[in-house]
């Protein structure tokens, strides 16, 4: 398919001189090598923390582990658990299609989710667009009678959610899957080993432009693209159209998961696997994405309490990420009636508690020379305009606090975030480095994690 076009340059040499003159672009050209060296746009590395959103016909059965590939557990896993769950509960002959009447969200309010969203203290969040079931969210036109307006709620969920979004002034990305395991057409390709482009031309591409026009996202978190190379999607053209001419192309951010071999490697920042969990800085910007309840994206009805992160392991997993330079995006399933679950809800609003006193050592911070230390407690730092933040997993047992990276100076103060404009008392351990801290008498905290504010070391 061809992409639309904005008129670019006519003196080509001006455009190099002059790369913001009007109706000049700077060009990106169709291979890795000139897409990897586009600059991330600032925004995403100073936002730190995201909200992930899993919500889709999925949520109706909202059943079993990784409740969001049910139809794929059981129709071509046929796990014993969703065999059994439709045997059950399910007549004879029910289709995984006829979910779809039942997801209503009848008291999807946008706006209630926006509010918990801006309290849990993310600066974006990521909502599905389309899973790999290929239902979409909103009304594409290459997706008849399986979108969220044909069917089941009648509602441009993806539109509505966008707007609300916005309004709290957070950046709006949207999660799209590359591939549609049941797409005839996608299946058509797969059987030619790739080498015809038919879902692409026909559904991939269209709908991608079709969500840049239409919905203007921040970020686009590609996924679903491990079965077939890169050149099979056309990743390359559609991201240098991305960058070079559509209306986003300033401000938006991308993963790398754009076709088979690419994540970790091509693309605007890295997620690499779920969960990515490097044990030193990595060298490119990356995004952890995790899942509140341990065992699913999609709501899981069958949910059990002890499956939940707690709020400390929350603001543990969040630190460390921060810490290795990467950013936290923090994944929820809504209820198939557009509810968000309370306990979702607890956990979002107690981080966003937290990173109200803490914050200052989160966002728009870099990691610093030395990334974490053992002390009494786990110590992670960070920083920023020259001040070291040393995060503390737990109320250390033992007094005073011992930190052995950080140098001291005869300017160097300590504060900590949570008692604020009173200096703590503090003991070189040589005169180049360390410090032993004495700690104030404080009130447990919910996140069980203070942050040491150090001014005046290197
Ligand atoms: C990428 O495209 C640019 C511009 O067309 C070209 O100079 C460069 O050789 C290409 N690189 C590769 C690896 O194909
Ligand atoms: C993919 O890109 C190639 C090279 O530009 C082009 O020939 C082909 O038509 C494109 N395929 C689709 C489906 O857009
Ligand atoms: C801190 O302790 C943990 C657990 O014992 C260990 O895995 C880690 O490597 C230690 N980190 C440092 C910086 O010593």
Same mark, same amino acid.
């Given at each position: 398919?061809?992409?639309?076009?904005?008129?670019?340059?006519?003196?080509?040499?001006?455009?190099?001189?002059?790369?913001?003159?009007?109706?000049? &672009?700077?060009?990106?050209?169709?291979?890795?090598?000139?897409?990897?060296?586009?600059?991330?746009?600032?925004?995403?590395?100073?936002?730190?923390?995201?909200?992930?959103?899993?919500?889709?016909?999925?949520?109706?059965?909202?059943?079993?582990?990784?409740?969001?590939?049910?139809?794929?557990?059981?129709?071509?896993?046929?796990?014993?658990?969703?065999?059994?769950?439709?045997?059950?509960?399910?007549?004879?002959?029910?289709?995984?299609?006829?979910?779809?009447?039942?997801?209503?969200?009848?008291?999807?309010?946008?706006?209630?989710?926006?509010?918990?969203?801006?309290?849990?203290?993310?600066?974006?969040?990521?909502? %599905?667009?389309?899973?790999?079931?290929?239902?979409?969210?909103?009304?594409?036109?290459?997706?008849?009678?399986?979108?969220?307006?044909?069917?089941?709620?009648?509602?441009?969920?993806?539109?509505?959610?966008?707007?609300?979004?916005?309004?709290?002034?957070?950046?709006?990305?949207?999660?799209?899957?590359?591939?549609?395991?049941?797409?005839?057409?996608?299946?058509?390709?797969?059987?030619?080993?790739?080498?015809?482009?038919?879902?692409?031309?026909?559904?991939?591409?269209?709908?991608?432009?079709?969500?840049?026009?239409?919905?203007?996202?921040?970020?686009?978190?590609?996924?679903?693209?491990?079965?077939?190379?890169? &050149?099979?999607?056309?990743?390359?053209?559609?991201?240098?159209?991305?960058?070079?001419?559509?209306?986003?192309?300033?401000?938006?951010?991308?993963?790398?998961?754009?076709?088979?071999?690419?994540?970790?490697?091509?693309?605007?920042?890295?997620?690499?696997?779920?969960?990515?969990?490097?044990?030193?800085?990595?060298?490119?910007?990356?995004?952890?994405?995790?899942? *509140?309840?341990?065992?699913?994206?999609?709501?899981?009805?069958?949910?059990?309490?002890?499956?939940?992160?707690?709020?400390?392991?929350?603001?543990?997993?969040?630190?460390? $990420?921060?810490?290795?330079?990467?950013?936290?995006?923090?994944?929820?399933?809504?209820?198939?009636?557009?509810? *968000?679950?309370?306990?979702?809800?607890?956990?979002?609003?107690?981080?966003?508690?937290?990173?109200?006193?803490?914050?200052?050592?989160?966002?728009?911070?870099?990691?610093?020379?030395?990334?974490?230390?053992?002390?009494? $407690?786990?110590?992670?730092?960070?920083?920023?305009?020259?001040?070291?933040?040393?995060?503390?997993?737990?109320?250390?047992?033992?007094?005073?606090?011992?930190? %052995?990276?950080?140098?001291?100076?005869?300017? %160097?103060?300590? &504060?900590?975030?949570?008692?604020?404009?009173?200096?703590?008392?503090?003991?070189?351990?040589?005169? &180049?480095?360390?410090?032993?801290? $004495?700690?104030?008498?404080?009130?447990?905290?919910?996140?069980?994690?203070?942050?040491?504010?150090?001014?005046?070391?290197?």
């Amino acid at each position: 398919m061809s992409l639309p076009m904005r008129p670019t340059c006519i003196i080509p040499l001006i455009c190099v001189i002059l790369m913001s003159a009007p109706g000049c &672009t700077a060009r990106y050209a169709a291979n890795w090598t000139s897409l990897d060296a586009r600059p991330l746009p600032k925004w995403f590395d100073e936002a730190k923390i995201g909200i992930f959103v899993h919500w889709g016909v999925f949520s109706v059965p909202g059943f079993g582990q990784f409740s969001e590939w049910f139809w794929y557990w059981w129709h071509s896993q046929r796990r014993a658990e969703e065999v059994k769950f439709m045997q059950k509960n399910y007549p004879p002959g029910f289709k995984y299609a006829d979910f779809a009447s039942e997801f209503r969200a009848e008291f999807f309010e946008p706006d209630n989710w926006a509010d918990i969203f801006k309290a849990s203290g993310a600066r974006y969040v990521v909502f %599905t667009s389309k899973h790999h079931e290929g239902f979409t969210n909103w009304p594409s036109a290459g997706s008849w009678n399986w979108n969220s307006v044909d069917v089941g709620p009648h509602r441009d969920l993806v539109g509505e959610l966008a707007t609300a979004i916005r309004k709290k002034s957070l950046h709006f990305g949207l999660y799209h899957s590359l591939y549609e395991w049941y797409h005839p057409l996608y299946l058509l390709d797969q059987a030619s080993g790739f080498k015809t482009q038919n879902f692409v031309a026909q559904k991939t591409l269209p709908e991608l432009v079709d969500l840049v026009m239409s919905y203007k996202p921040d970020l686009i978190w590609s996924d679903g693209d491990w079965d077939a190379p890169d &050149t099979y999607w056309n990743s390359t053209e559609f991201l240098a159209w991305l960058y070079n001419d559509s209306p986003i192309k300033d401000v938006v951010v991308t993963n790398d998961r754009w076709g088979k071999g690419c994540y970790c490697k091509h693309g605007g920042y890295y997620n690499c696997a779920d969960r990515y969990t490097p044990g030193k800085l990595p060298d490119h910007k990356w995004e952890k994405c995790q899942s *509140i309840d341990s065992r699913s994206w999609g709501y899981r009805r069958d949910m059990m309490l002890s499956e939940i992160m707690d709020l400390p392991s929350i603001i543990k997993d969040m630190v460390y $990420v921060v810490a290795l330079g990467g950013n936290y995006l923090l994944n929820i399933g809504p209820m198939s009636d557009g509810m *968000i679950a309370p306990v979702f809800e607890e956990r979002l609003r107690g981080l966003g508690a937290w990173l109200g006193i803490n914050g200052e050592a989160i966002y728009a911070s870099k990691p610093w020379r030395v990334q974490t230390e053992n002390s009494t $407690v786990t110590v992670w730092y960070t920083a920023k305009n020259k001040i070291v933040y040393a995060i503390i997993l737990g109320w250390p047992s033992k007094q005073p606090l011992q930190l %052995t990276a950080p140098k001291t100076s005869g300017v %160097t103060q300590v &504060t900590l975030l949570d008692y604020p404009n009173v200096p703590l008392k503090w003991a070189p351990v040589t005169p &180049t480095a360390g410090l032993t801290i $004495v700690m104030p008498t404080m009130p447990a905290s919910p996140g069980d994690a203070w942050c040491l504010k150090l001014e005046g070391v290197v």
